[in-house]
């Protein structure tokens, strides 16, 4: 997915469903935030597991400005307890340490994984330990571009849909499933304008990865 195939599902998604519609009016219209496919990706992925968005980015950049990058060696030559000092818990140390050494070995080739199906990019990153549905299917959408992926055990996508659509309850996972049958074969952008939407309201930004320094920097919203 690229500006133009975003902007163009945008529009489709905008004419067919008056909630995301709404959306639109109300919050503008999104950039294409992606984050860089990669390893620096993947550990943002872990560290934003069922913690803010906030205090991952935190963590993060507190172990990119320590170690001078992010990339698997250096995280590999850091201790447990400067891991600690920067926030990344005990267990999440562990993943990152097991995903480290996958990339070093070759057993996840994250470039092969780039050019392979959904399916076998969700098998190859879930057979990893800390790695589950949630985080494989974020990175199929916000990294690998994939254009109808539908996170349905994103708790903020969740709110968001029950939001937009002005639900009494916020759904969980097995019912996001049938309610985002509507937005098929557009889910991703579909995802995004809720997530916008859910962001917008709180007065936060969607974040992304500046690739050559691994740093995390906001996207302003498209008000067009």
Do not use: N
Not at 92 to 115: H, M, N, P, T
Not at 138 to 164: F, I, K, M, N, S
Not at 198 to 216: E, K, Q, V
């Amino acid at each position: 997915m690229d500006e133009a195939t975003f902007s163009q599902a945008v529009d489709d998604l905008v004419a067919r469903d008056a909630d995301l519609a709404r959306l639109v009016d109300e919050y503008g219209r999104p950039r294409l935030w992606t984050r860089p496919a990669g390893f620096a990706a993947l550990v943002l992925l872990i560290l934003e597991q069922q913690v803010s968005l906030a205090s991952a980015a935190a963590a993060y950049g507190r172990v990119v400005d320590r170690l001078g990058g992010m990339a698997p060696d250096l995280l590999l030559a850091t201790s447990p307890e400067e891991l600690r000092a920067d926030g990344v818990s005990r267990q999440k140390d562990r993943y990152l340490r097991v995903l480290s050494e996958a990339v070093l070995s070759g057993s996840l080739d994250l470039d092969v994984l780039a050019r392979q199906p959904d399916d076998e990019v969700r098998r190859a990153l879930v057979a990893l330990p800390g790695i589950g549905p949630w985080t494989a299917d974020v990175y199929l959408l916000a990294c690998l571009g994939r254009p109808d992926l539908w996170p349905v055990g994103d708790r903020a996508l969740q709110v968001a849909t029950a939001e937009a659509l002005g639900l009494d309850d916020v759904p969980d996972s097995a019912a996001l499933v049938g309610l985002g049958e509507r937005w098929q074969p557009l889910r991703s952008s579909a995802a995004r304008l809720l997530w916008h939407g859910y962001l917008s309201r709180r007065g936060r930004a969607d974040t992304t990865i500046d690739p050559l320094h691994s740093t995390i920097v906001a996207i302003t919203r498209d008000s067009s």
